[in-house]
């Protein structure tokens, strides 16, 4: 019985540093891998219709108060729409221009976006 339990006791002392080692190696790996986000603004959702304009960023983030089901874009050669969460949005430009955005919530609530791209100050000359 003792020399089992010393055997043990061998086994955790190596093990446990390793298991540690693998584990710092690993978050360090993907600390390093992952870009900070450039901080996008988020615009709440309330109104059923609704006017925004993208004029500084590229993109925006666009919080609905409930769970959405279907999600239309009118124009995808001016803004590209991406679920972030089952109730936020990322509108992405593409070009300049208006697209109307139409998103079906939960309890089948339509929202009106009508988006707006306009050309930022420093692309235009």
Known sequence: MPAQTQNHRTRNR???????????????????????????SIQQVFATTERIEL????????DYPDWLTQVRSQNPSVIRIDA?????????????????????DCQDRLYTVEVIVVRAAAEGR
């Open 84 to 104: 972030v969460r089952p109730n936020r949005l990322r509108v992405t430009r593409i070009g300049t221009g208006t697209s109307l955005l139409q998103a079906i």
């Open 14 to 40: 190596r093990f446990i540093p390793a298991l540690l080692l693998c584990g710092f190696a690993f978050h360090g790996a993907a600390a390093c891998a992952s870009a900070p986000a450039p901080a996008e």
């Open 55 to 62: 004029r500084e960023s590229n993109s925006l983030l666009l």
